[in-house]
């Protein structure tokens, strides 16, 4: 599913049509002073999902552009309010993106090796206890907070307990912290500022595209018209049938939730030649670190999801 974007599967017909149609119509203008009809149908369709007041959407043209967006609001919105809050709280083995503040809040060496850390960001594991002690320390030069809700994608597909959110949602209320999720892979939610005197400037040239919207659209509708939460619990249904009860001395722990499974090996060799014997039995699958995973089309067959995890068992009973 192309590192996780394509829920919809390749070449989807309405996908592919909606995109012709619109751009027979117009192809782009970019939002400085302008608008146009799909991205005001898609800003209200998002909003239908939003809580609460967060009903404005500002348009990024990619996930690490969306996370330093993100970042540069939280701390010009402390900035508006006369306050000098420089730091940001992330968590252990984030991963945000590959621009610069998206990488200085991410927190994994195998990624951005290259680069230098800079001070200012705090991670702390997604246990409860370090996270109040990270408030209760840090909380006045604490401009916002950044998690990727409940599934660490690239940072090892580590799954942790909604509790936590919950936990830091009081904690971010309580002392005047922004909550940033970072969704990219799991969700959408963006807002910002309608004073231009205290306005974000930052205008992607490509933001908000009509062809972006007009494709973005047409997924939404297949989304909801389709019942696809009842094919992620479905997907889900089948993972844990096949992959919860599997066990292999080389597996350190297997993780389910959602269209996601993560293998988790103790050594990363064990996992060294695994992409190529995937590929020649008909499955595209790419391990990295220790961590042999799924991250599904929603679009998926039962037949197709079960050679997946045949693929990834087999591997381990040949080898």
């Not at 060799?269 to 595209?284: K, M, P, T, W």
Request: hydrophobic content about 40%; some cysteine; overall charge negative.
């Amino acid at each position: 599913s192309s590192w996780w974007c394509m829920i919809h599967g390749y070449k989807h017909p309405e996908l592919t049509e909606a995109i012709k149609e619109q751009a027979v119509r117009f192809c782009h203008v970019m939002l400085g002073g302008l608008t146009h009809e799909p991205v005001e149908k898609l800003s209200a369709k998002l909003q239908e999902f939003l809580p609460g007041d967060l009903d404005y959407c500002f348009f990024s043209d990619s996930g690490s552009v969306a996370v330093e967006v993100s970042l540069k609001m939280a701390l010009q919105y402390n900035t508006n309010q006369g306050r000098k809050r420089p730091l940001v709280l992330a968590l252990e083995h984030a991963y945000h993106g590959d621009t610069f503040k998206a990488m200085e809040v991410g927190d994994d060496e195998d990624y951005h090796f290259a680069f230098d850390k800079k001070e200012g960001v705090v991670h702390i594991p997604t246990e409860i206890p370090a996270l109040e002690e990270a408030f209760e320390q840090y909380h006045d030069r604490l401009n916002c907070f950044i998690v990727e809700p409940l599934l660490q994608g690239a940072g090892g597909m580590r799954m942790y307990d909604i509790s936590f959110l919950k936990r830091a949602r009081e904690l971010c209320d309580q002392y005047d912290v922004l909550l940033i999720f970072d969704e990219v892979a799991t969700g959408f939610g963006r807002t910002g500022s309608d004073d231009d005197r205290l306005a974000l400037m930052h205008g992607p040239t490509f933001m908000g595209n009509p062809l972006a919207c007009a494709v973005a659209l047409k997924g939404i509708e297949i989304f909801e018209r389709e019942d696809y939460m009842s094919k992620i619990r479905h997907i889900e249904q089948v993972s844990r049938g096949e992959m919860e009860a599997f066990t292999d001395p080389r597996i350190k722990e297997v993780r389910i939730m959602g269209g996601c499974v993560c293998v988790e090996v103790h050594d990363s060799r064990d996992l060294e030649g695994f992409q190529q014997f995937a590929y020649e039995r008909g499955v595209f699958s790419r391990p990295f670190l220790n961590y042999m995973y799924s991250m599904v089309p929603y679009v998926i067959s039962d037949e197709e999801l079960i050679k997946i995890f045949d693929v990834m068992k087999e591997w381990f009973r040949e080898k």
